[in-house]
Antibody, heavy 120, light 109 residues
Framework: QAHLVESGGGLVKPGGSLRLSCAAS????????MGWIRQAPGKGLEWVSY????????NIADSVKGRFTISRDNAKNSLFLQMDSLRAEDTAVYYC?????????????WGQGTMVTVAS | EIVLTQSPGTLSLSPGDRATLSCRAS???????LAWYQQKPGQPPRLLIY???SRATGIPDRFSASGFGTDFTLTINRLEPEDFAVYYC??????????FGQGTKLEIK
């Protein structure tokens, strides 16, 4: 059974950094595109970033471009999100998610999320 | 940027009713790359529909969806108590790569 578990969230001051991790199990991680989606408290969903099966294909939302970097380690079945120059508006639950095989265009497996709070 | 507008914002219905949720895009959605998710409090979203009308694995057939271009609809027949949640539509394909609607809250009347 496919499973994703995020970690690395916490409280950080504005301008600080955090590195989120997502551990995958129950499926062949290296064969799937992956993404990060966030949800501010009481708000809707916002796509953050996306990575192909290798680190060569990435895409990132304008709201975090130049501050966040997505990467993966297929040998360790892990997805990462390096977040630098954090702002209050980055406060959210961050979900990692698996993109649908073959068809793509949607996320069929989601982790439970990790909370990131940016405050002084 | 494609903006997805969902309506209504809140829908109040009773178990056994039929729910009809709308998602309108500001531009054509590429190749029907439109998906629907259900989210309950404290839980991650759950994929219901992809490709505008294909049910995801394990989704009951009381959930159906249709549409193309700019207008999409999610229909839930014979509402069950566990169906009351927030529903999001999502498109894929243009910058930003993925966008979500603001959500429709389906609440018990």
């Amino acid at each position: 059974q496919a499973h994703l578990v995020e970690s690395g969230g916490g409280l950080v001051k504005p301008g600080g950094s955090l590195r989120l991790s997502c551990a995958a199990s129950g499926f062949t991680f290296s064969e799937y595109y992956m993404g990060w989606i966030r949800q501010a408290p009481g708000k809707g969903l916002e796509w953050v970033s996306y990575i192909g099966t290798r680190n060569s294909v990435t895409n990132i939302a304008d709201s975090v471009k130049g501050r966040f970097t997505i990467s993966r380690d297929n040998a360790k079945n892990s997805l990462f999100l390096q977040m630098d120059s954090l702002r209050a508006e980055d406060t959210a639950v961050y979900y990692c998610a698996r993109e649908l095989a073959i068809f793509g265009a949607a996320f069929d497996i989601w982790g439970q999320g990790t909370m990131v709070t940016v405050a002084s | 940027e494609i903006v997805l507008t969902q309506s209504p914002g809140t829908l109040s219905l009773s178990p056994g009713d039929r729910a009809t949720l709308s998602c309108r895009a500001s531009q054509n959605v590429r190749s029907s790359y439109l998906a629907w998710y259900q989210q309950k409090p404290g839980q991650p979203p759950r994929l219901l529909i992809y490709g505008a009308s294909s049910r995801a694995t394990g989704i009951p057939d009381r959930f159906s969806a249709s549409g193309f271009g700019t207008d999409f609809t999610l229909t839930i027949n014979r509402l069950e108590p566990e169906d009351f949640a927030v529903y999001y539509c999502q498109q894929f394909g243009t910058s930003p790569l993925y966008t979500f609607g603001q959500g429709t809250k389906l609440e018990i009347k």
